[in-house]
């Protein structure tokens, strides 16, 4: 796996790497760079004291602000872990940069003389928050089919004991999958044209309630992480690419463990 990560990343730093490969790239690093999150920079800084103690915010509004307050940390996170690994296979012939200048994309993957040869988008969904799910809305005008990726996590709370006896907990990252940033904006698009919507370099648009016949600009719903493949053609997923069909397993998991969420509350 070491040459395999080596040769992609030299393709990469030579602009030479397919979409394809830049995804495999991206996925073989997150397994090293999840596991250094979940057992070290999480239980450290992002700890606190348990549920009754220290209750989390239960106004919609302030839930939404910590959601995505956390999962930019957890993505802060993960993308130094990723810049770790890299720095230590190619030094400074390869790194993962933040891009402070613009909205999209979240990261750069940036050759030796800085140019950026790939682009990376993150999205962290929390497992307990499948309505209120992270959103991806980005225009496929503002793609580079060829060099941007998406990585998507989840993430739920880790229930854990210090040695001293005081309950706490911390978030913990449980699946992820990476995917072409235009196969998911295709997938978003159709399904958006499929319930009757238009989109455009405008925006996206979709049918008002009442009447199917005029259409508003979407107010988040269209690009919702789990909501991005219209259920048509969720029903025979084979005709999809196969970085979709991976999507479609992620999105299984979280609603999968949402359910087992619920159930455990209920039983508590």
């Known amino acids: 796996m070491v040459d395999k990560i080596h040769n992609l990343g030299q393709k990469i730093a030579n602009h030479q790497a397919s979409i394809d490969e830049l995804t495999e790239f991206i996925s073989l690093l997150m397994p090293n760079a999840i596991e250094a999150v979940n057992t070290i920079f999480s ?16 106004d919609k509004r302030q839930l939404s602000s910590y959601r995505t307050r956390l999962g930019t940390m957890l993505e802060y996170a993960l993308s130094t872990q990723l810049d770790s ?10 790194r993962l940069t933040f891009v402070v200048t613009h909205q999209y994309p979240d990261f750069y993957l ?11 988008e993150m999205k962290a969904v929390d497992a307990d928050s499948v309505e209120q799910a992270a959103r991806f809305e980005v225009l496929q005008s503002l793609i580079q089919g060829d060099k941007d990726v998406v990585v998507l996590i989840g993430w739920e709370w880790c229930k854990a004991e210090l040695e001293n006896k005081t309950k706490c907990e911390y978030p913990s990252i449980f699946s992820f999958v990476v995917v072409p940033a235009a196969d998911l904006a295709y997938e978003r ?11 455009d370099t405008d925006g996206i648009f979709v049918p008002t309630k009442g009447n199917r016949n005029e259409l508003k600009k979407d107010e988040g719903n269209a690009g919702k992480i789990l909501r991005l493949v219209h259920k048509t053609r969720k029903a025979d997923p084979f005709k999809l690419s196969e ?15 949402k359910k087992q969420l619920v159930d455990e509350t209920s039983e508590e």
């Open 85 to 94: 690994q890299i720095r230590g296979s190619f030094d400074s012939s390869l």
């Open 43 to 58: 239980p450290r800084q992002l700890i606190k004291r348990d549920r009754v103690t220290e209750p989390l915010p239960t």
């Open 110 to 120: 940036r050759d030796p003389v800085l140019a950026p040869s790939a682009s990376i």
């Open 189 to 199: 698009d159709e399904s958006v044209k499929l319930r009757g919507g238009r989109v």
């Open 243 to 257: 970085h979709i069909q991976r999507y479609l397993q992620f999105s299984g998991v979280i609603t999968n463990r």
